[in-house]
């Protein structure tokens, strides 16, 4: 089942990309999500940096993803509600980016708020528990000399509040960003209602966003995805 659903999902999104939005620009790509995916918010402005560590104790900054579109979200392991939809969402994206030619372009990156207890093993064990596939995905936290809510903090600077509890739990909501290559935040899919193929063709646009439209003049993703099946 874990291996019919990223086909499944690579087939929904092929079959979405007969659509001519693909081989458009990223201003095109962005009215057209303006129009249909009332969860999309396009956005335009430098992104909030951050310096944090992998699991292994590896440091990684979005100054070091420069070249790359980042898809970021922010969770907490001990969350047993939103999180872990969030987490699968996120597999789901990837799934489907990985089956196409941007996946090399594209780093999916999500961040913890509670780095106290979500150590190098807990981080390690919950991407494998919710599918996220390490060659392209990492889950970062603070180091230890940090402050415990460093990590809410980066949250908060990217307009999402995470509220601390005297349980350990957080109050918060879902957003996933979207940055591009430069460093700049262009878009935020609020909650998990969105559809994810919109995600995928506007991370596919930032990919290309160099292009101007043409007639089909290079092979665009649909002729492409067809060259793997």
């Known amino acids: 089942m874990r291996l019919l659903k990223p086909l499944v999902l690579a087939f929904a999104l092929m079959t979405t990309i007969v659509a001519p939005v693909l081989a458009h ?30 699991a292994d104790g590896r440091g990684v900054s979005l100054a070091g993803l420069r070249g790359k579109v980042v898809v970021l979200n922010f ?26 030619p941007v ?3 594209v780093e999916f990156v999500t961040i913890t708020t509670d780095p106290k207890r979500d150590t190098g093993e807990v981080l390690r064990d919950y991407g494998k528990a919710h599918g996220l ?12 000399d940090l402050p415990e809510d460093s990590t809410r903090k980066i949250a908060e600077a990217y307009g ?9 739990m957080q109050m918060h909501g879902i957003v996933t960003h979207v940055i591009d290559q430069d460093g700049r935040l262009r878009a935020r899919f609020h909650g998990l209602k969105f559809e994810p ?7 596919n646009a930032l990919t290309n966003r160099t292009q101007k439209p043409h007639g089909h003049q290079q092979p665009g993703l649909w002729e492409k995805l067809k060259g793997l099946f």
């Open 25 to 54: 620009s990223l201003e095109e790509v962005d009215q057209d999500l303006r129009d249909k995916d009332k969860y999309f918010q396009p956005v335009d402005s430098e992104a909030p940096g951050f310096s944090l560590q992998d």
């Open 75 to 100: 969770i907490y392991t001990n969350c047993s509600d939103v999180c872990p939809l969030h987490a699968e969402r996120i597999a789901e994206l990837q799934a489907m980016i990985n089956q196409t």
């Open 103 to 105: 996946k090399a372009m």
């Open 133 to 144: 596939d390490p060659v392209n995905w990492v889950f970062l936290t603070a180091a230890p």
């Open 160 to 168: 999402l509040k995470f509220t601390q509890g005297d349980d350990g």
């Open 197 to 203: 193929v919109n995600l995928v063709i506007f991370v």
